[in-house]
C-alpha cells in the first residue's frame, strides 16, 4: 500500500531533441513509497506481446525481437512508446520533474483478468529507461513525430474507439465516412 498516491498527473513539455514539437497527456498514477516514486498506466486490454523489458533493451530500441526474426516495420509500428514517454515526461514537463530523482518503478497494470491468469505486473526500472533515453527520443524523432509530419493523408483507425477518443480528428481525412 503506498503512502501517498496523484492520480491523473497531467504533463506538457517540448524536448529540445525534437524541435516544433509538443507532447501532453495523462499518467494514471504515481505513487509514493518510503520517498520512492513509481508510476503505472492501467490496461485494461490485450497486454502488449513482449515485456517492457525487452521493449527497453538494446533488442527492443534497435527494434528487434529476441530471436532476430521478425519484421521490423512491424515491430516499429507496434512499439509502445506510453511507458518511454512517460519517463521522458518526468524529465522535461515541469510538472513532473520533481519526481524524477526519486522515481525507481514505471509500468503497465494489466487489471482485466485476461485468458492467460489474470492480473499481471509490466514493470522496468527508472535506471534502464535513463539508459536508452536517447536511443527513444531518436526512436520519438524518426519513427513517430517525422512520419507524422511528412503525411499528407489521415485515414481513421478500424476500431471506431480510437477514431472517437483521437485527439487528431480535426485531421483526418475519412471522419465518419468509413
Not at 503512502?3 to 504533463?11: C, I, P, S
Not at 520533474?97 to 514505471?106: A, D, G, S
Amino acid at each position: 500500500v503506498p503512502d501517498k498516491a496523484l492520480v491523473e498527473a497531467e504533463f506538457h513539455f517540448k524536448p529540445e531533441e525534437i524541435p516544433d514539437t509538443e507532447f501532453d497527456g495523462r499518467i494514471d498514477i504515481i505513487t509514493e513509497k518510503n520517498g520512492e516514486f513509481s508510476l503505472f498506466d492501467y490496461k485494461t486490454g490485450t497486454q502488449n506481446k513482449e515485456f517492457l523489458s525487452h521493449y527497453v533493451s538494446q533488442n527492443g530500441v534497435e527494434f528487434k525481437t529476441k530471436t532476430g526474426r521478425g519484421n521490423p516495420e512491424q515491430i516499429k509500428k507496434d512499439y509502445p512508446y506510453q511507458v518511454p514517454l512517460y519517463f521522458l515526461a518526468t524529465s522535461y514537463a515541469k510538472e513532473l520533474q520533481k519526481y524524477k530523482e526519486k522515481l525507481h518503478t514505471l509500468g503497465l497494470k494489466y487489471i482485466r483478468p485476461a485468458f492467460e491468469g489474470g492480473y499481471v505486473d509490466d514493470t522496468i526500472s527508472s535506471q534502464a529507461l535513463q539508459e536508452f533515453s536517447g536511443q527513444i527520443l531518436k526512436n520519438l524523432k524518426t519513427e513517430v513525430v517525422d512520419k507524422i509530419k511528412d503525411s499528407t493523408v489521415f485515414k481513421p483507425e478500424k476500431d471506431n474507439f480510437m477514431c472517437q477518443n483521437c485527439p487528431y480528428e480535426f485531421l483526418c481525412d475519412g471522419g465518419d465516412d468509413d
